[in-house]
């Protein structure tokens, strides 16, 4: 039996992750021709459609999703024996400084899958006195939210946050739902240090004489979240972070509207640092990560809306 290329397989694999050609071009570092021209390969060689036509994108049909998973599962198998076999060359004990929200709501919820393909990494994760703060010297890495402007320092960009209220269910049953943005200000406003993002949405949703200053304080972004949960209040919140929660139903979105933060997530490290082994594994796998979850994000988005 005649095996697929393993290009043509990681051509799948990427496409049916992240839903493009494009988006599977860019993490291949291909161009776009060239995908499409080995999923046509593919098919070819398999003897049936993996895509199908949908307006003016394509698509996986029934028995490519079908054999897209079996391949996602024969490339992790093959990824991990040679993990166990050839061995990585990876190892050590590294230290990362990630942001409290970013920590606990994505990282991890992750983290042992870098653990499973890098046994003989001893990763310790640690967290910051600000979200920009990369002054730990004990931290080999950090993932900040910031501008990017840190003298002296690799920087590279992870992802890009806008931010949107969200509430609990049982909040929105409460206040009996909100039709209109100037509804919100019928429940607390959730704010993270300041008022800076909740005074941006309400003036982009114009909302006429708004208070931003009201509401409750916290210091940090879990409690924001925990008491968004409890139904206390209305949060500020992304897609990236609330994502598990948004999925569970523990918290709704009740407006499309969102505003793009003036920060974004950034790994940063000393330039002497930046081409370590451990922070080149660990920065391909948390990218990985990032673009399976702005995907399932995207695909999840229409879930996440409400009937109004």
Known sequence: MRIPSTQALRALDSFARHGSVWRAADELHLTRSAVS???????????????????????LTPRGQRYASDVRKALTVLGDAVTRHAGTGVGGSFSISCTPGFASLFLCTHIGEFRQMYPDVALRILTPRRLDDVSNADADAFI??????????????????????????TLLNKVGGFSKPADVLRANLLHLGDTED??????LSKVENPDPEGGIFFSDMNLV???????????????????????????????????KSPRSYFLVSEHAKATHPVLDAFAGWLRSKLAESNAKGMADHGRHRLDR
């Open 144 to 169: 900040a939210f910031g501008v990017g402007n840190w003298p002296n320092r690799a920087a590279e960009l992870l992802c890009e946050i806008s931010f949107t209220p969200l509430c609990s269910p």
């Open 225 to 259: 979240f925990s008491a968004a949960i409890a139904g206390q209040g209305m949060a500020m919140g992304d897609e990236l972070t609330s994502g598990k929660a948004l999925a569970e139903g523990r918290l709704v979105r009740p407006f499309d509207i969102a505003i």
């Open 198 to 203: 909740w005074a941006r949405w309400l003036a």
């Open 37 to 59: 021209h080995q999923l046509r390969l593919l098919e070819r060689d398999l003897g049936f459609d993996l895509l199908e036509r949908i307006g003016k994108g394509v698509a």
